[in-house]
């Protein structure tokens, strides 16, 4: 790579936020918004300390639902930093399934739901969002980071859903693939855009900072 290109390119460190209890007993969370447990708490300061050291940022920018602000704001304290809410990294809107089980939503929409764990690009969730709405505002807010901070490193904070739908689009790939690219609670993923717009991607779902961190 030439210096000149070096100079040019961003480098974006996606992370998902910690752990919250909807976490551990699998509920459909979206714009819903428990807060980070206590594991998630030493997860989100393991976070900052791992993309302090490998990845310094010089901005940081979050969903604004709680359990990513709170995520966001360990990793701009380590760098002296004040994260600011990014409204295109706002989590699904999962309507009338939010707070439920996949048992609870089973037993509504049964076909709904199976449609949503085999073809999650054609699910419009009743009363909520698809996949291809979610990405829209997600690749709209990446391109906001990216013009305000080309060639710089910066870190961005969302959720389960706003990371992979991110990823799938940076990737050239459709929303189908959206269960292929696994999202473990603070998992850190690096990805670079040159000044073509096209996307390096460099980590992927890194989680190795949390194995001391109590689950």
């Not at 050239?172 to 999202?183: C, I, K, T, V, Y």
């Amino acid at each position: 790579m030439s210096k000149k290109l070096r100079e040019t390119v961003t480098s974006i460190v996606l992370v998902r936020h910690g752990q919250t209890a909807w976490n551990r007993h699998v509920r459909f969370r979206g714009q819903a918004d428990p807060a980070l447990d206590e594991v998630g708490l030493q997860q989100a300061a393991a976070t900052a300390r791992y993309v302090k050291k490998r990845w310094p940022v010089g901005a940081v920018y979050t969903s604004p639902m709680g359990r990513a602000m709170k995520t966001a704001e360990a990793i701009a304290k380590a760098h002296d930093l004040v994260a600011q809410p990014c409204q295109g990294l706002l989590d699904i809107d999962f309507g009338d399934w939010q707070g439920q089980s996949p048992d609870e939503v089973r037993e509504r929409y049964p076909d709904l739901l199976s449609a949503w764990f085999e073809r999650p690009d054609t699910v419009e969730v009743p009363g909520g969002e698809s996949l291809n709405i979610v990405q829209e505002r997600v690749v709209a807010g990446l391109e906001t980071v990216v013009e305000r901070h080309r060639g710089e490193r910066v870190a961005m904070v969302g959720h389960t859903v706003v990371n992979r739908v991110l990823l799938c689009a940076v990737l050239g790939l459709g929303n189908e693939h959206f269960w292929r690219l696994r999202q473990g609670t603070c998992a850190v993923n690096v990805f670079e855009i040159d000044e073509t717009g096209t996307a390096t991607l460099v980590v992927l779902n890194d989680t190795s900072h949390l194995q001391h961190v109590q689950r």
